[in-house]
């Protein structure tokens, strides 16, 4: 067992270290998932994330799905996630460049709601998955103070409500080592919203299982956004550690 872990660690130790030197967060999650039968199965998950090189929190989540195995290579997904976002704070200006008005940090909740199809293939010891999944969010009205400094007070704004449907295709591939517990995999995922793609996430990581309950896995992922879509994103780098328990 002490074996194992070491090999994860020693696999994926540089991955850290350039996330801790230049990347912006972590990725936490723990989740259950239930096999029903041999089509349906349903589960459920938390998650924490954070930016600024580790020290702030950035969003909590919480989660439940259900899966169907349409046939032996085609799976079916929904999910529905409650997500409470921490929202940076912002300073518009005038013509001149003058500050115009200050909207501190704030915390807002989403509702998210996910329809995906994956399908995967093997080839001998690989295994390659295409996923493509819908994803709507909402995020409702919330009221915030703002410093006007043309008037030079604090006043209560109400930041308007939000839609925003994005289309997410991952190509996903994994390799199983011989006499091994662990999975290495790689993915790459593109965002599209609006007919443009907005971010690609490029993921790597190593999965270990224990006796078929307990899934580990840890990861590196770069997300690289499109400016041309996103003119106030930014590029972020993220590790994560997941646990899940199956029974």
């Not at 998650?47 to 950035?58: G, I």
């Not at 912002?90 to 003058?98: E, H, R, V």
């Not at 909402?138 to 109400?158: F, I, Q």
Request: net charge positive.
């Amino acid at each position: 067992m002490k074996r194992i872990i070491l090999q994860v660690a020693m696999c994926l130790s540089p991955l850290f270290a350039t996330a801790q030197s230049n990347g912006t967060g972590a990725n936490l999650s723990v989740g259950i998932e239930k096999k029903l039968d041999s089509r349906w199965s349903i589960g459920a998950s938390a998650e924490f994330r954070s930016r600024n090189t580790f020290k702030t929190a950035d969003r909590w989540l919480a989660d439940l799905s259900a899966d169907y195995k349409i046939c032996t290579w085609l799976k079916a997904n929904a999910t529905y996630a409650f997500i409470y976002d921490h929202r940076r704070d912002n300073t518009s200006y005038n013509a001149d460049n003058s500050p115009n008005n200050y909207r501190p940090s704030y915390w807002t909740p989403k509702h998210r709601f996910n329809l995906a199809l994956t399908a995967s293939k093997s080839f001998g010891r690989f295994k390659l998955s295409l996923r493509e999944r819908w994803m709507y969010t909402y995020r409702p009205a919330k009221e915030t103070k703002r410093y006007d400094y043309d008037n030079g007070y604090w006043e209560m704004k109400e930041v308007k409500s939000k839609s925003e449907n994005v289309l997410r295709s991952r190509l996903q591939g994994e390799y199983n080592i011989p006499k091994s517990k662990i999975t290495p995999y790689a993915s790459v995922e593109a965002f599209t919203a609006k007919k443009l793609l907005e971010e690609t996430r490029f993921t790597a990581g190593a999965e270990l299982k224990i006796k078929k309950k307990h899934v580990f896995s840890a990861f590196y992922r770069y997300c690289l956004v499109n400016k041309s879509a996103d003119p106030d994103g930014f590029d972020k780098q993220l590790v994560g550690l997941e646990y899940k328990f199956k029974f």
